[in-house]
Nanobody, 116 residues
Framework: VQLQASGGGLTQAGGSLRLSCAAS????????MGWYRQAPGKQRELVAA???????NYADSVKGRFTISRDNAKNTVYLQMDSLKPEDTAVYYC???????????WGQGTQVTVSS
């Protein structure tokens, strides 16, 4: 299983970034996909998740600002991040999960930095 995250970078507060995570080696359409983040000195936390059927859930801190989506034809999950805040600064990781298939895999992370 390989998860390749991209799209991170540096932006100012109020800006936008779009993260992508391309998956290979798994039957992507059967995976629950999530974006997590870890800021320095903090625990990794769930940002957003999307189920196999497209249901979504978000951390309270990003509701209304971030949108998770998936394209099963491209084996890719996206995280559109708008109205970014300095507190969104973290390394963002994508995750593929399906307990039935014994899959719980992580990408390498992509840095997002939001300046004030």
């Amino acid at each position: 299983v390989q998860l390749q995250a991209s799209g991170g970078g540096l932006t100012q507060a109020g800006g936008s970034l779009r993260l992508s995570c391309a998956a290979s080696g798994i039957q992507f359409s059967l995976m629950n996909m999530g974006w997590y983040r870890q800021a320095p000195g903090k625990q990794r936390e769930l940002v957003a998740a999307i189920g196999r059927a497209g249901s979504t859930n978000y951390a309270d801190s990003v509701k209304g600002r971030f949108t998770i989506s998936r394209d099963n034809a491209k084996n890719t999950v996206y995280l559109q991040m708008d109205s970014l805040k300095p507190e969104d600064t973290a390394v963002y990781y994508c995750n593929a999960y399906n307990r039935l298939f014994g899959v719980d895999s992580w990408g390498q992370g992509t840095q997002v930095t939001v300046s004030s």
